[in-house]
Structures are given as C-alpha cells and as structure tokens.
C-alpha cells in the first residue's frame, strides 16, 4: 500500500493516557472536592455525571468548558502535574524511524490547544511533526464526518493514501468511513492498566509491530 501520510493521535497513542485518567479521575475530583467542600466519594458521583453527558462532544476534550463549568483553574493544575507527562513505550523511536524515512508526519489530536501546547513542551514531540491539527479548530471532534470533511478541504491530503493510528475505535470507525486507508488502534493506551481485548480495528502492543513499515 502507498502510504504517504502517517497521521498519528497523541493521548493514548503517541503519551501514555496514565497521566490523563490520573488528571480527570483523581487530580480534579480533589481539587473539586477542596473547592467545593465535598468529600471525594461526593465529588467523584457529580463529576462522574458530568462527564457521561459531554462524552463523544467536542466539549468533552475542552478545558475551557470544564474549567467554566467545574469553577477550577484546571491548567495550572494540569501544568503542576506536568512531570507525569510521557511517551508511550516505544512511540520515540517510531517517530525517529518515520523522521528518517522523511515521512510526513501529523499529529490529529481532540486535545485542547492549550493541552497540546504543554504536551509539545514537555515531550519535545515537535521536532518530529510536520503538522499539527487541534479537532477545536474544525468546531468537531474526529468522531465526526465533518471533521475529515474538514480536513481534507482546508490541507493538501489524500486519505487514501494515510496510515492512522488512534486508541479510540469510535474516531477510527469515522476516519474508515471518510476514506482513510489504513487504520490502528492501541492495546494499551494507558500503560498502567492491562491491555484491552475484543478490539474491532487491527490493533498494536507497540509500534515495532510496523518496524518493516516503509515509505
């Protein structure tokens, strides 16, 4: 197959999605809790609420909204956890091998801007993109057909010819029907938790899986 675009997710895929379940599920029910004068079972049940009414929206993966709506300044928080920030196992070197192969690399993220800028700080993992496309600025989550719609009217790219790589089937199942060729998604997205089954898209432990992939 001709790939020749390689369009990568970053959280769950290229960083480990332990830092974030930690930041939604532990770090801001805390905090919550302290602001709001709640015990943390309290604040778990309204939070957990929250969240399922916003779940597959683009405002689920937008700080802003969740820092109107919860009354926390949730990038200072995020920013003060920064150090839990990684790379998932072997994502490094798959990015140092598609550099080497001058392949065009894009990071298609439904991350916050502001998230992914302090992701990009920490990481480093700019030095290996050649685009990045934030789903705030199409007003659509990847999810979504507009998004693909989007995206192929504002950039140069023939979804034909791309490879994706994505943790969430839901995104991946959209990116299919929209015309992308060939689609991954990840065992393991958080590594401190065990690997997911009954996956219905090829899916990958680690990269080194595509080590023959070539350009």
Known sequence: MDIQTVLLDMDGTLLDLAFDNHFWLEAVPNLYAQQHHLDLAQARIRLRSDYATQSGLLSWYCLDYWQERLGLDLMTLKRSLSTGIRYRADALPFLAHLK?????TWLVTNAHPANVALKLQVTGLGVYLDKVICSHAFGVPKEHPDFWSTLVRLYP??????LFIDDSEAVLDAALKAGVAQVYTIVQPDESLPARTNLRH???HLFSQLSSFQR
Do not use: E, G
Request: some cysteine; charged content about 20%.
């Open 100 to 104: 080497s192969l001058d392949m065009p």
């Open 202 to 204: 090829p899916a990958l």
């Open 157 to 162: 790219l023939d979804l034909s010819k791309c």
